[in-house]
């Protein structure tokens, strides 16, 4: 699972294998290690809720995915789902969660797992 973060962005690319552990187990979790600390970004299934939510607490970011949703997301073709989450302060948190494609320009990471590119097939 990739996370990009940009002001009130938060976007999570997951591969094919994430996007089935959601739906499975209902959770996908990474972290990044510090010397002291460790950050923690985990894509978490929740039940009664119809839009994507978040929450930062501990060093960890958490987007939780309506579970209703987890095997048709893993099923169909749908790409992403994202919501524009309203803050406390009046402001707002796009939050964005979609599959990871394979690259079109040069990379080094394993993308084996990723989704085809449709651009690839144009």
């Known amino acids: 699972m990739k ?4 002001g009130n962005t938060l976007r999570y690319r997951l591969t094919k294998t994430e996007v089935s552990n959601l739906a499975a187990n209902g959770i996908v979790e ?4 510090f010397n002291e600390q460790t950050f923690t970004y985990a894509l978490k ?3 009664g809720i119809e839009n994507l939510e978040a929450s930062f607490t501990n060093n960890t970011i958490t987007i939780y995915f309506p ?7 893993r099923d169909g073709e749908q790409v992403g789902h994202h919501f524009d989450m309203p803050l406390k302060n009046g402001k707002e948190l796009f939050i964005l ?3 990871d494609f394979v690259c079109l ?3 080094h990471e ?3 797992d990723n989704y085809p ?3 690839l097939s144009v």
């Open 110 to 112: 394993d993308q084996g």
């Open 30 to 33: 990474e972290q990044t290690e």
């Open 117 to 119: 590119n449709p651009l």
């Open 105 to 107: 320009d040069e990379t």
């Open 97 to 99: 969660v979609e599959k």
């Open 3 to 6: 996370i990009r973060i940009k």
């Open 67 to 73: 579970a209703s949703k987890t095997e048709e997301w």
């Open 45 to 47: 299934a929740k039940s």
